[in-house]
């Protein structure tokens, strides 16, 4: 769990500046700037849908949601790391059991904060 917790960890602190810096502050971001971004900064891939599913739109991480793994496992485990899960802070309980039905929430579809404040 060492790496991967410390992954999830740079993907949620070391990320969303980057992010911000090269392609300006904006809610979400697309799988090429999030590749790329984690390309010249180094991280690790292995665990990129977590950087997926905290930056960019509810298509693009769940297409490239790993077989076995749920939105709420993996908001769960973002939490345990840091005390603070994406969805919790962003959508509120009510709205993230219509995302993980399937449901687009009614928002923008992005999970990543307007000001990089909360994560």
Do not use: W
Not at 31 to 39: E, P, Y
Not at 43 to 71: Q, R, V, W
Not at 80 to 93: D, E, M, P, Q, R
């Amino acid at each position: 769990m060492f790496g991967k917790s410390s992954t999830i960890r740079k993907y949620k602190y070391k990320l969303r500046p980057a992010l911000a810096k090269r392609y300006g502050g904006s809610v979400t971001y697309t799988k090429a700037q999030v590749d790329k971004t984690i390309d010249v900064m180094g991280f690790n891939k292995k665990h990129i849908h977590y950087a997926y599913f905290m930056y960019c739109d509810i298509a693009t991480y769940k297409a490239n949601l790993p077989e076995g793994e749920s939105l709420e496992s993996m908001n769960n485990t973002i939490t345990n790391i840091s005390g603070i899960g994406v969805l919790g802070v962003l959508l509120g309980s009510s709205m993230f059991s219509d995302i993980d039905s399937g449901s687009d929430g009614g928002g923008d579809g992005g999970f990543g904060g307007g000001d990089g404040g909360a994560f």
